[in-house]
């Protein structure tokens, strides 16, 4: 690969590439399509799986066509405007509403903790069921007092941590989804009275032994650590296996339990939308209110308070 193709390379996420790479698959072997494509064939493949697909993954087969027509000099025949017709068509008639993972709440955090705390002190002459309860109770707590997602986790590096005495911890990522000027990313993370991320990363790298590399990683039955980081994908089943370990049904919850878990709990003390888009690093309002899950969605605190006030003018 010469240094050109290199860069190039490095300007598209990895995720991005396997899941284009994906699309052009389904369009081709799947369906049997044939590219370069028309607009009527693209046309023929929306309306065969409209359907069968979400509108997200519609288009989120469209932008990979796209960029294939695009990166070998063809017109995009995903712009046109018979293309754009069908999208708007399979809105109105397939409607779909995007399933949610249920959020993380803070007593389900509570009984996890309660769970690792018992683990630890039942397994303490079996190394590997250490560290993994370890690991596990740091990355989860992590995960959601930063509203990380599975990927940022992952990314994380235990040379581009700083602990600040009692305070907190400091982190650096170098990419990010949002981090569109690929500067890079610090976050800092208090250190807390209970539930705290920063002692269960602490207690993590003191048990482990890291001190460079990839800080959340797999680790086997007789405590030998990976020198690679866990994968993204392996987050899911991590944190629905720590669930039914706790007695909590883990069905409902994915990564994204996580970073909901937390804008909802921010959400519900009071957290204006301002300082959790400035927490969490959300450049626009629609992101973070996806992941808010009130509790109250009828409004009725809000709706009695003003009431409240009405009846005592009144009065």
């Not at 208090?190 to 959340?216: D, N, Q």
């Not at 405590?223 to 720590?242: K, W």
Request: hydrophobic share 40%; proline share 3%; aromatic share 8%.
């Amino acid at each position: 690969m010469s240094r050109i193709e290199e860069y190039v390379r490095a300007a598209t996420r990895d995720s991005t590439r396997r899941s284009y790479a994906s699309a052009i698959e389904h369009f081709e072997v799947n369906w049997g399509g044939m590219l370069p494509a028309t607009a009527d064939r693209i046309a023929h493949y929306l309306a065969d799986h409209a359907g069968s697909l979400t509108l997200n993954t519609l288009r989120q087969r469209l932008a990979a066509i796209g960029r294939w027509h695009v990166e070998h000099g063809f017109v995009d025949p995903t712009k046109s405007t018979l293309v754009k017709r069908i999208l708007k068509g399979i809105a109105e008639l397939h409607p779909y509403r995007e399933k949610q993972a249920a959020p993380l709440q803070l007593v389900q955090l509570e009984a996890l903790d309660n769970y690792w705390h018992d683990g630890l002190q039942a397994c303490a002459s079996l190394p590997g069921e250490t560290l993994r309860l370890l690991r596990n109770r740091a990355l989860m707590l992590l995960g959601f007092w930063r509203a990380f997602r599975s990927d940022e986790l992952c990314r994380i590096e235990v040379q581009h941590i700083e602990f600040d005495a009692d305070a907190g911890m400091t982190l650096h990522l170098w990419r990010s989804k949002s981090d569109h000027s690929h500067s890079g990313t610090t976050y800092r993370c208090p250190a807390l009275t209970r539930l705290c991320p920063v002692a269960a990363c602490r207690a993590w790298l003191e048990a482990s032994g890291i001190k460079t590399g990839p800080l959340f990683r797999g680790v086997d039955r007789w405590g030998h650590l990976r020198n690679t980081a866990l994968h993204p994908n392996s987050i899911v089943p991590l944190l629905r296996n720590e669930l039914a370990a706790a007695d909590i049904e883990g069905g409902l919850y994915s990564s994204h339990s996580l970073r909901r878990g937390f804008a909802s709990w921010a959400n519900s003390n009071d957290w204006d939308v301002k300082s959790l888009m400035e927490y969490v690093g959300w450049k626009d309002v629609k992101s973070a209110l996806r992941y808010v899950d009130t509790s109250d969605p009828y409004k009725k605190r809000q709706i009695e308070a003003g009431l409240q006030k009405h009846a005592a003018k009144d009065a």
